[in-house]
């Protein structure tokens, strides 16, 4: 129907059915590259709605991914990119690719020497964290039905909004990753726990052999006010947060 029929209003945009029996509409399509550690987007584009976008779109991001580096990585997807020619792309770009099977009807492109590795269930069981980031596009960020036309456009504002997600995501990356650096630089003296409460000292008799440090005793107690200041910080909403400038870049 695309080939026949062009809106008035967006030439651009195409008619596309998201699953089998729902109606077609008018929609464009956005692709994400999302780190399964943090949940921070690696590289975002939209195109056109198309079959073959989505396949096409992952081994554009991925090969300006892999221009600055020479490392093997891998790729989770969905059954959509269980196809000969997205793997076959995928390894010629160094890429290994953690697709789930897609064996309805048909077998799967996959080999043994790609799913034995237990790097693969790893994969799949994060493919989670790429909802998410589009759930939060959807309702917090307009990407739900958008108020632009034309491809450039609607491509500025989707990744304008990964930008976003981004920057309200590394506050909170930040933020614990604070709160995890003076428990492990004082792990080795354990003068308190992780509920706040400090362990009976035992009782040792003071000779020149074991004079207590005083320059040690107070690194310790400073990791102590460290500790308790970052408990007694109170939790902020997205909306409040402020991105600490000192640690950027």
């Known amino acids: 129907m695309n080939e026949t029929h062009q809106s008035a209003t967006d030439p651009e945009a195409r008619l596309y059915e998201k699953s089998y029996g729902k109606e077609s509409k008018l929609a464009y399509l956005g692709h994400a590259l999302v780190e399964n550690r943090n949940g921070l987007i690696a590289a975002a584009m939209a195109t056109q709605a198309d079959g073959y976008a989505e396949r096409d779109a992952a081994l554009l991001m991925l090969n300006e991914r892999q221009k600055t580096s020479s490392r093997r990585i891998t790729v989770g997807a969905d059954k959509a990119c269980d196809t000969k020619d997205f793997i076959a792309g995928a390894r010629e770009l160094n890429v290994t690719a953690h697709v789930q099977k897609n064996e309805k009807g048909r077998r799967s492109n996959l080999e043994g020497r790609t799913t034995r590795h237990s790097g693969y269930a790893v994969s799949l069981s994060r493919r989670w964290l790429v909802e998410k980031t589009f759930g939060w596009l959807k309702q917090t960020g307009p990407i739900a039905q958008v108020k632009l036309r034309g491809l450039a456009k609607v491509d500025w504002l989707f990744i304008f909004n990964c930008a976003a997600h981004n920057l309200l995501r590394l506050p909170k990356l930040f933020a614990n990753q604070l709160q995890q650096d003076p428990q492990q630089q004082c792990a080795s003296n354990p003068v308190e726990s992780s509920t706040g409460t400090e362990t009976a000292p035992s009782t040792t008799t003071i000779n020149r052999k074991n004079r207590p ?37």
């Open 213 to 249: 440090n005083h320059r040690q005793s107070a690194q310790s107690s400073s990791a102590k006010k460290q500790i308790r200041l970052f408990q007694q910080v109170p939790r902020r909403s997205a909306s409040a947060w402020q991105l600490p400038l000192d640690r950027v870049g």
